[in-house]
């Protein structure tokens, strides 16, 4: 009884790995018949059979932003692409997403459609309405991680965070893709949290971790991460620009990860209230 009891309960300790690894196998090395792999430019992609028309949308999608972003940013951001194929998962659901998530980082996702990750350069997102969103944004993530410092290590949270939202809220416009348009859902969370005093000065924004973004109540890390970014690069007709990209080079070429809050507001040659007062004022200035 003792034995079976033993092997019983190694069976049930087992299993859910098992299960999992299973699953994603099914991805990684298409041993399921149902699971396609194809190239496309920077991109590796792998699907189900079922959302091969989905991945070739996006493929052709993701392309075009990928040559956008290097268009519009190469220079200012000093990015600088590989010609290694980054691996893209496209996953069909959350609950594959999530316990994928969790199998990877033995810690829960709740409510993101996606993630990348820099050890294995790979991102992974789920099909669905935001796909599209999804997708520019991880693979923002991946520009700054591999393509601007080469995977020496992570970002300061709200820097990465700010870019990859900002990225991911292109816009088309005559046949062309254009950066920049105050995102109208951002900006009215924004002014929300202002006016319900949940709005975060720029010294709680910088000291944000890892868990603060990935927590069910992280909207407004992402939100207020994005119109900081807005406003640095945007704000009083780009009179903040160029001490951002002081910064930006702070974190690129030294303390990547390590840089404070302080040390953005010395690169803009203002004190760190001073630049709370502006973003505020900024953010409660743009029409809706
Ligand atoms: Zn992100």
Not at 13 to 36: H, N
Not at 110 to 125: H, M, T, W
Not at 196 to 202: A, D, I, K, P
Request: proline letters at 3%; glycine letters at 10%.
């Amino acid at each position: 009884m003792l034995v079976v009891g033993l092997v019983a309960a190694g069976i049930y300790f087992k299993l859910p790995d098992w299960r999992r690894d299973t699953l994603l196998s099914r991805y990684r090395l298409g041993a399921d018949e149902s699971a396609e792999e194809f190239q496309r430019g920077h991109f590796h992609f792998v699907c189900a059979q079922a959302s091969r028309p989905q991945a070739e949308e996006l493929a052709s999608g993701l392309e075009r932003y990928v040559e956008g972003l290097i268009g519009t940013f190469g220079a200012p951001l000093k990015i600088e692409p590989e010609t290694d194929p980054v691996t893209l998962y496209l996953f069909e659901s959350g609950d594959q997403l999530r316990d994928e998530y969790q199998r990877r980082y033995r810690a829960s996702l709740s409510n993101n459609g996606g993630f990348y990750n820099p050890l294995l350069g790979e991102i992974v997102i789920v099909a669905g309405e935001q796909l599209s969103a999804s997708a520019f944004h991880e693979v923002g993530h991946m520009v700054l991680d591999r393509w601007v410092v080469g995977k020496r290590g992570r970002w300061t949270r709200w820097l990465d965070e700010g870019l990859a939202t900002y990225f991911e809220k292109v816009v088309e416009q005559q046949g062309r893709l254009k950066w920049g348009d105050l995102d109208p859902q951002a900006l009215r969370e924004g002014k929300s949290l202002i006016a319900n005093q949940r709005w975060l000065t720029v010294d709680e924004l910088g000291q944000a971790t890892e868990g603060d973004f990935r927590r069910r109540e992280n909207s407004r890390y992402y939100t207020q991460s994005y119109l900081l970014v807005h406003f640095l690069l945007h704000a009083g007709q780009g009179a903040y620009r160029d001490g951002f990209l002081r910064y930006y080079d702070l974190e690129r070429l030294g303390d990547l990860g390590r840089t404070s809050p302080a040390r953005l507001a010395g690169a803009l040659s203002m004190s760190s209230a001073q630049l709370d007062r502006s973003w505020r004022a900024y953010v409660l200035g743009q029409d809706e």
